[in-house]
């Protein structure tokens, strides 16, 4: 955990919004994030994305979303979820065969990026790189 820039027994206590369709990836990703510290919600559709947004924004401290799912809804959903006081981050998790950084045109800039198919390791060293980042 250390190599990650966590502490021995956990990477973090914040709270994530994990959202993707594939229910092995969430359900896999959702629980190994669990055991590392971090409060993870899980989304498996838009509406469920949408609803945890909707209740929960204001504990949400970062939403990590398949880079395939998004809607102009969540898009609009998540720029405000990224402007609000506490400034939610946004990482997209994208296939490796797709560029590195998600389309300018889809509206929405992202804090990070990891690439399918990722190691636990290294989605949760850019989780701690993004959650530590300080925006100047």
Known sequence: LEAIGCSTDRCGTEHL?????????????????????????RAGTLEEAHSNLERDSS???????????????LRERLRTFQAATRGGK??????????MEPEPEMGLVVDGVVHKPFLIRNLAREIRTVLDRTDA
Not at 59 to 73: C, F, Q, T
Not at 90 to 99: D, K
Request: glycine share 8%.
């Open 90 to 99: 946004v990482i997209y998790s994208m296939p490796l065969t797709e560029q």
């Open 59 to 73: 504990v949400i401290d970062m939403v990590i979303v398949d880079g395939e799912l998004p809607d102009a809804v």
């Open 17 to 41: 919004l994990l959202v993707d369709k594939d229910p092995v990836v969430r359900e896999t990703v959702g629980g190994l994030l669990a055991q590392l510290g971090y409060c993870v919600y």
